[in-house]
């Protein structure tokens, strides 16, 4: 049963960087899936940041193109989200996920991490 | 972007109802359709893939139907683990996209 864990700061200063780690445990970063981040303000839908796979290739919603950034370490099985130029609209609970897989599905999810904007 | 709507935005059934959730894409995204139920304070739970595919380890109380722009989650007996909230994803074009969701509590 494949396990992400985010990890990183739960407060971020307006115009400041949001950086956050998922680390993957039982599946290799490696394995033939990409990586996505998640992000969900408090009572909205769940809106898709980007994803990576682990030859490095990502892909990023258009919305976020300019600020975010997202790496994979795989020497440590993990990958990484930095967003700049934060504002409170980007307070929200982030989640990593696996997927999509090949059949398209985002099958597991960390339990997430509430990142607040705020001075 | 590929624009989800869902419908309907809440409902309110008893343990044991069968319910349907619909699911509509602004357009054709083939069978390219996931489903989540996501419980207060937790991060979203895959039901199904694919349209109609049942994720390992669901119950076979859930089922998906629909291809092209509409799609349909049907949960044959309500049970009281499944009183959350269902979002569905597209994943056939980027932006991947999520519907607004529907609430279902408990009549």
């Known amino acids: 049963q494949v396990q992400l864990q985010e990890s990183g700061p739960g407060l971020v200063k307006p115009s400041g960087t949001l950086s956050l780690t998922c680390a993957v445990s039982?599946?290799?970063?490696?394995?033939?899936?990409?990586w996505s981040w998640f992000r969900q303000p408090p009572g909205k839908r769940p809106e898709w940041i980007g994803e990576?796979?682990?030859?490095?290739?990502?892909n990023y919603n258009p919305s976020l193109d300019s600020r975010v950034t997202i790496s994979v370490d795989k020497s440590k099985n993990q990958f990484s989200l930095k967003l700049s130029s934060v504002t409170a609209a980007d307070t929200a609970v982030y989640y990593c996920?696996?997927?999509?897989?090949?059949?398209?599905?985002?099958?597991?999810w960390g339990q997430g991490t509430l990142v607040t904007v705020s001075s | 972007d590929i624009q989800m709507t869902q419908s309907p935005s809440s409902l309110s059934a008893f343990v044991g109802d069968r319910i349907t959730v619909t699911c509509r894409a602004s357009?054709?995204?083939?069978?390219?359709l996931n489903w989540f139920r996501q419980k207060p304070g937790k991060a979203p739970e895959l039901l199904i893939y694919?349209?109609?595919s049942l994720q390992t380890g669901v119950p076979s109380r859930f089922s998906g139907s629909g291809s092209g722009t509409d799609f349909t989650l049907t949960i044959s007996s309500l049970q009281v683990e499944d009183f959350a909230t269902y979002y569905c994803?597209?994943?056939?074009?980027?932006?991947?996209?999520f519907g607004p969701g529907t609430k279902v509590d408990i009549k």
């Open positions: 996920a696996r997927g999509p897989t090949s059949t398209g599905s985002v099958d597991s």
């Open positions: 039982s599946d290799s970063i490696s394995s033939p899936n990409w």
């Open positions: 990576i796979y682990h030859s490095g290739t990502t």
């Open positions: 357009q054709n995204i083939e069978g390219r």
């Open positions: 694919g349209a109609s």
């Open positions: 994803q597209q994943i056939y074009r980027i932006p991947f996209s």
